[in-house]
């Protein structure tokens, strides 16, 4: 009788076990001719536990993943056939590589500026066949159940960071066997302890095969595994992608964090995470030299997303009240782990002529206010989750592609306080000396030249040289110094400190007469401007946005010949910069938000390295444009004399 209720049992709750999730029926149901192929996965892996869970995990969140195609991708993809021929002739292909950029700019000359919202969506679920999907589950299960790196990961973990078969929107290939010969080595003889040991290892050896390509982030289109690997040159969010899917592939689970836009620049980031041992992540740059360093990234952090493979849950907003970029089903909001958020209660000031349910939460780009997320409306109050600290936003309302304020400005400083930004009825005179913050990466090219020394002589390999000024602090615009020695020279040179590369973007030796002396430029290293576009030349072509970058064996210099001896009075030098300073000779423009537009405060050409504007409203948000060059600006305060950037 015990028998016969157990055999009952089993029989009443057989069907229940192999009932298919709500998911993948609906996938299977939306997958019309390609059902079929889709059917076939499931009944390869269906006497497999864990293959089947893989298997209703790809199918069931297939929805709303694709491959970009177009006719046009096929013209652009002419860069990765550059590529390969530059890496099989042994051309350098550095991060700025002028090569790349005319080859670059043929494509675009013939096929028009590439857009990725042109190229057509081909579904996963309608194109993806059964052969594909199967040899990927099998593989990644495999890799699951042997790798030692994936000792103790659930099989929840498992699905989202080793199992997907995609990165974004490149066409799907089987890449583990590539990508796991390709590590072989790296597996069998490394001695790391961890996850997070064998990561910092793999980057290393990643970073010998590919690197980052500034023109790279012109094409917009997300890269296959085997463009890289033809290619080896990508923008970060490329590299990203590739190394993530190397790294799953060889048993490390990983993912994608991404700042759709920093809080206080004009573009946003794409990096690593490995998903370490205690359940935590570590993020980093794929490929970078030193291990990590994304916390010390001197932007901020307004909003970062984890990319998954599942939808995440989320209400998805009318399409008419927000814009498209901030409604990705696959987002998970990570910002938390990056920098301390708080929750925003703000009251709508402003009212709209059309009601609307949802306002948006915008930071400042180059040129207008930037979405950075959405938040429901609830009488007359607008709510925004885990929005990123020290920064300056403003909300506004959307409609048609347009923004229209609902608030003043507002500061949400590091303690979770909130300050308003607005116009204080008074006026004040404003000494301005740049347009944008000098970040970091500008700042250390500029030390470059600091324990630098200018040298006169009359031998060209400088062996009777006299030093004539040495560089003692940081020159953050172009500077001078005055020659007090009589003494005439033929030879005139800069140097850099022992072991700094030089990073100099204008030099000039002012004679008797008070203008630049010419002569034949001399140096070392003889940089090749059509390789690099950093040669020697650069230092004397009057142009302060170009400059010389080189050294070789720890030495390296940028001079002059004279021809004849020449007597000196002063020298004038600027660094490799931003070239964000205020710029003699060029026209500003100085504007502030007078709570629903930017209004003109002053205009005037610039007689110095600063300029001064009187009678300035006070109180408000400014941003200072240069008519007559560039394109990086960045809204600030006027604080105690001085610009506080945001």
């Known amino acids: 009788m015990r028998y016969l209720v157990t055999l009952f049992l089993v029989t009443l709750l057989l069907p229940s076990c192999h009932q298919r999730p709500a998911n993948v029926s609906a996938v299977l149901d939306k997958a019309g001719g390609n059902r079929a192929e889709l059917e076939k996965v499931i009944e390869h892996c269906k006497d497999d536990p864990d293959k089947l869970k893989a298997a209703y995990f790809l199918i069931g969140n297939m929805d709303g993943h694709y491959t970009l195609t177009g006719d046009e991708m096929k013209h652009y993809a002419g860069i990765f056939t550059v590529l390969d021929s530059l890496h099989r002739h042994k051309i350098p292909v550095p991060i700025t590589s002028p090569i790349l950029a005319q080859a670059w700019d043929s494509l675009v000359k013939t096929g028009g500026a590439p857009k990725k919202g042109d190229m057509q969506q081909q579904p996963d679920h309608l194109a993806l066949k059964a052969d594909f999907l199967i040899q990927h589950i099998d593989s990644s299960v495999q890799v699951w159940k042997t790798s030692p790196w994936c000792k103790g990961l659930s099989v929840e973990a498992f699905c989202e960071y080793i199992l997907p078969y995609r990165a974004a929107t490149e066409a799907p290939e089987p890449v583990h066997e590539r990508m796991r010969a390709r590590f072989a080595a790296l597996r069998d003889t490394c001695k790391a302890r961890n996850r997070y040991d064998f990561t910092e290892q793999f980057n290393l050896q990643a970073r010998a095969f590919m690197g980052v390509s500034n023109m790279m982030r012109l094409y917009p289109f997300d890269i296959s595994i085997s463009q890289m690997e033809k290619g080896r040159r990508g923008s970060c969010e490329h590299l990203a992608q590739f190394e993530m899917m190397a790294l799953r592939a060889n048993g490390i689970p990983a993912a994608i964090d991404y700042v759709p836009m920093w809080g206080d620049l004009n573009r946003g980031h794409t990096w690593n995470v490995v998903l370490k041992e205690d359940g935590t992540t570590y993020p980093f740059d794929a490929t970078a030299l030193i291990f990590g360093g994304i916390y010390t990234y001197p932007y901020r952090f307004c909003k970062v997303y984890r990319r998954m493979f599942a939808a995440q849950p989320r209400t998805i907003p009318p399409r008419q009240e927000v814009p498209e970029s901030l409604v990705d089903i696959h987002d998970m909001d990570v910002t938390e782990l990056y920098n301390q958020v708080s929750d925003l209660d703000i009251p709508l000031t402003r009212k709209f002529d059309l009601p609307r349910e949802y306002a948006i939460l915008c930071t400042f780009r180059t040129t207008s206010w930037g979405a950075q997320a959405y938040g429901p409306i609830r009488n ?62 500008s700042l250390n090219h500029m030390k470059a030249m600091t324990g630098g020394r200018f040298q006169g002589a009359n031998k060209a390999d400088f062996s009777d040289s006299v030093n004539l000024f040495t560089v003692t602090q940081v020159p953050e615009k172009i500077e001078s110094a005055d020659v007090t020695t009589a003494q005439p020279f033929r030879y005139v040179r800069f140097i850099p400190a022992a072991k700094v590369r030089a990073n100099i973007a204008e030099l000039q030796f002012i004679g008797k007469d008070g203008l630049p002396l010419k002569g034949k430029v001399t140096g070392f290293p003889d940089v090749s401007q059509e390789e690099t576009g950093t040669a020697l030349v650069n230092a004397f072509d009057g142009d302060v946005g170009t400059y010389f970058s080189g050294m070789q064996d720890g030495v390296c210099w940028a001079g002059l010949d004279l021809g004849q001896p020449r007597q000196l009075t002063r020298i004038r030098y600027c660094p490799r910069s931003d070239t ?66 945001w």
């Open 380 to 441: 007359g109050r607008a709510t925004f989750q885990k929005m990123g600290r020290n920064l300056l936003y403003i909300v506004m309302y959307y409609h048609q592609g347009t923004f229209y304020p609902a608030t003043n400005p507002f500061i949400l400083d590091k303690n979770g306080q909130l300050r308003y930004v607005q116009l204080s009825g008074q006026t004040l005179a404003m000494t301005l000396l740049r347009k944008y913050p000098c970040f970091p990466f």
């Open 580 to 645: 964000n300073f205020i710029l003699e000779g060029d026209e500003y423009e100085l504007r502030y938000w007078d709570g629903a537009r930017w209004t003109i405060a002053g205009k005037q050409v610039a007689t110095d390295q600063q300029v001064v504007f009187q009678q300035v409203p006070a109180g408000a948000v400014y941003i200072l444009h240069n008519l007559t060059r560039g394109n990086e600006e960045r809204i600030f305060t006027y604080e105690n004399g001085r610009q506080v950037w």
